[in-house]
Nanobody
Framework: QVQLVESGGGLVQAGGSLRLSCAASGSFFSNNAMGWYRQTPGKQRELVAAITSGGSTNYANTVKGRFTISRDNAKSTVYLQMNSLKPEDTAVYYC??????????WGKGTLVTVSS
């Protein structure tokens, strides 16, 4: 059973920083890609950043240079360091595990609110 639990969301002023964490259960973690997505009301969930099992990363253009995704396989945890936050980064952020068999698992999400 795969379980993903996000933490680290909250309220921050524009220009500030937050670090999101996603703790994963199960033995799948080190062999699969992980990602962070975000969603605002009325919009589709969008990819923010992803990291492969080998450590290669991919970012949405809107967050390049400001956000950094990383993983600690020993702790089965993936992180999203968010710097220079903007009001448009306000969203619910979801952790995603994309398994080798094509199945996706999702956390329940953590709310990030950036005030102007």
């Amino acid at each position: 059973q795969v379980q993903l639990v996000e933490s680290g969301g909250g309220l921050v002023q524009a220009g500030g920083s937050l670090r999101l964490s996603c703790a994963a259960s199960g033995s799948f973690f080190s062999n699969n890609a992980m990602g962070w997505y975000r969603q605002t009301p009325g919009k589709q969930r969008e990819l923010v950043a992803a990291i492969t099992s080998g450590g290669s990363t991919n970012y949405a253009n809107t967050v390049k240079g400001r956000f950094t995704i990383s993983r600690d396989n020993a702790k089965s945890t993936v992180y999203l360091q968010m710097n220079s936050l903007k009001p448009e980064d306000t969203a619910v952020y979801y952790c995603n595990a994309h398994l080798w068999n094509g199945i996706d698992y999702w956390g329940k999400g953590t709310l990030v609110t950036v005030s102007s």
